[in-house]
Structure formats: C-alpha cells, structure tokens
C-alpha cells in the first residue's frame, strides 16, 4: 500500500525527507520531483566544489535534465544541506547553486514547490523574503511529528551501509579452501594444472565443477538463498565466476533480467571466445539501458555479492566488489556504488568494470530505469543517490 504523509509546511516536509530518502543527507543537495503534489522520490548529489558562471549554469542544467527524465515530474523541490552556516553567509549559504538551479527549472517549464536550506546553524527557504537572515532554529524540524510515528527516522547518512558485512574466520577458512580446491579441480580437468598434486581431487570440487557445466542455474540458484547459508563450495563457485569478466558479465545480466536471459548472454559469451559478435541487447544493461529490472532480484545480488565480498579471500575480492558496485548502481545507489569500485581498485588498481562504475558515479551517469515510473499511483519510490555530478 500506499503510505501518506502531509506537511503542513516547510518544516514538517524537511522532517519527511530522511523517512523518503532512507537516510540523512549530509553535504548534499536532495532535488525531490513531484507530480502534482505528491513526491516521485528523490535525487541526491554531492554538494559541488566552487564553480564558474559557466560551469555552475552547465551542472545546474544537467541537474534539472536528470529530474525531467523522470516520468510524471512535472515540479521539483530542490534542499541544500550543508556545513556552512547563516551567519557566515549573511543568509542561506548555497545561494548561487540553488538560484543557478532555479533558473535551469524555469527555463525547462518546471515549476519550483520550494527551496530550502539545512545548514549548520538553522534552516530556511530561498524564497522566502522574510527568513530570518541567520535563518530558523533547527529545532524548529520536527523529525518526531506524530504524523511520522510510523516511519522510523534514520540516523546515518547516504554513506551509511556500504561497509561490507561481518563474516567470521571460520567462514572464510571454509571459502578459501573451497575455492583453491575447485581452482585445483578446474585446472586438473581442464588440462592446465601447474603444480600437478599425488593429492586426489575432493568429492565437493569435483561435484562443484560438474554443476558449473550449467552457470546460468547455478547464478540463478544462488540469489535464492540466504547468502550466509550457502554450502561454502556453492559460494566458491560463484566467486570463481565473477572473478572471470565473460561469467562476471552474465551474472549482471542475468540478475537483472531472469535465468532465459541469463542462458543466452551464457552462450553469447561462449561465441564471443571463438570471435563472434555479442549482441547489442545484452550488452544493453550493463550500461543502464533496456526493461527496468526486479528491484527484488537486484536486492538478492547485492547482499550475495556483499557477502562474498567480505568472505572471500582478498585477492579474488575486485571481481565481487565490481559485481557489487554494479548492482549497487543499477539500484540507483551510486554512493555506495562508487565506494565498493574504490575497494576493488584499491586491491587491483586497473580493474577494468571497477573503473566503469567508478566513471558512472563520476559523471552522474544513471541507469535509465531508475527515472522510471509506470503510473503516478505506483506506491515504489525510486530513490536515486548521484555520488557526484561534474560538468
């Protein structure tokens, strides 16, 4: 169902605002579009460094570009949140960006519900004529309206929940020894052992290599479990493809689509080895194009892949982080995108998907699906956070 909420005023909506984004914004500016009077989600992005006229007036208009593409909007409210103060601004600090921004939505027939300003010691509203020049107290938001009762407000902000869960050391003893076992298995069976071993081959490995004949069905099976209950050989075999690009690549695919997408990006890759062409609708949401995937299914990668980062051992972590940051951004999270891409370069500083992702959060780049709505009614909030946008 549907939840709503009324504000009564500015402060009741700037009380609303962590409870729609599922955090609290820090040096950010939060762009929220409407339709009619009720919000579409929200748009975060960092709070950009001192700028140019021209440069300013460039990002602002790319800004605005990013809230029209979401289908229904037809208003935006834009909120800075910033360190900086009143005092020290003689009035809302950030007021070249927000007027810049103001200017971009008028000129694309958007119509401005407010403008408003969290800073260090108060808050306040660009259009208001009669704010108080050090502002309003920040006492004055009254984050525990009773209206809100029912939606928990959150306590950390954008950056809160990137860090990678807690595995235990016997965990990670039992993957890493699954996984040098089926690295031993595969390179037995597969001609291309380089320290041949008297020691026989497990039972588990070699069972665990029989099932990747079918890597679709394994990868499928994998986001259905509860990633801590995986049997280690399982959670091996996954950390062994995405380790690889081509398997890497099929896992994204296909958890973004479904398993029949999945068999066929499979045998696109297989072609692909021998030199034939990959087709362009694979490839297609790899780089945020095609049909909106599960947010269900994207959700079950992104703790699978989180899990494994923090399980596996550090040398065949890039891969995982990659698929992770992938998965983080096509949610629409390229905070948390970025932050896992960092992680995979710092072990492997030319990885290549890492340095993908970390260009999309550089440049603002966004799936096209998370600009989408099917129908004003439709109760799922598409919540997008933009690590940065630059001109």
């Not at 602002?60 to 029209?68: F, H, K, L, N």
């Not at 807690?166 to 996984?179: I, P, Q, S, Y």
């Not at 037995?188 to 004949?213: H, I, N, W």
């Not at 996954?238 to 690889?244: E, N, S």
Request: proline share 8%.
């Amino acid at each position: 169902m549907t939840t709503i909420f009324r504000a009564a005023g500015a402060a009741d909506f700037l009380a609303l605002v962590p409870r729609l984004l599922g955090y609290r914004p820090a040096r950010s500016l939060v762009l929220i579009p409407f339709d009619g009077n009720r919000t579409l989600g929200g748009l975060r992005l960092d709070l950009p460094a001192t700028l140019g006229r021209t440069e300013l007036d460039s990002m602002c208009s790319t800004y605005i570009g990013m809230v029209c593409k979401v289908s229904h909007a037809d208003a935006v409210a834009v909120i800075a949140y910033t360190d900086e103060t009143f005092a020290a601004s003689e009035g809302p600090p950030q007021g070249e960006l927000v007027r810049a921004l103001l200017a971009q939505a008028d000129l694309c027939g958007l119509r401005v519900s407010e403008a408003l300003c969290v800073a260090a010691d108060g808050w306040g509203s660009y259009l208001d004529a009669g704010c108080p020049p050090a502002g309003h107290p920040l006492t004055d938001i009254p984050y525990d309206h009773e209206a809100f009762a029912d939606e928990p407000l959150p306590t950390e902000d954008q950056a809160s929940g990137a860090d990678l869960p807690t595995v235990d050391l016997a965990e990670k003893e039992r993957l890493g020894l699954a996984l040098r076992e089926i690295d031993r298995a595969t390179s037995a069976l597969f001609g291309d052992e380089r320290e041949p071993s008297d020691r026989p081959l497990g039972r588990d490995a070699l069972s665990t290599v029989g099932r990747m004949d079918d890597v679709p069905l394994l990868l499928e099976e994998a986001i259905e479990y509860a990633p801590a209950e995986m049997d280690p050989y399982e959670a091996a075999a996954v950390v062994w493809c995405l380790m690889r690009p081509g398997l890497r690549d099929v896992a994204l695919v296909q958890w973004a689509r479904d398993l029949a997408a999945g068999d066929e990006a499979f045998a696109a890759q297989m072609r692909y080895a021998d030199g034939g062409e990959y087709p362009e609708h694979l490839a297609a949401p790899i780089w945020g194009e095609g049909p909106s995937p599960d947010p269900a299914r994207l959700q079950a990668a992104l703790a699978l892949t989180r899990h494994l980062a923090a399980a596996a051992p550090r040398s065949s972590r890039p891969g995982i982080l990659a698929a992770a940051a992938w998965v983080a951004w096509a949610l629409g999270r390229s905070t948390h995108a970025g932050r896992y891409a960092e992680m995979a370069r710092e072990i492997d500083p030319g990885h290549g998907m890492a340095g993908i992702v970390l260009t999309f959060a550089a440049s603002g780049h966004l799936p096209e699906w998370v600009y989408r709505r099917s129908v004003p009614s439709d109760p799922v909030t598409h919540l997008i956070d933009s690590r940065r946008v630059e001109s």
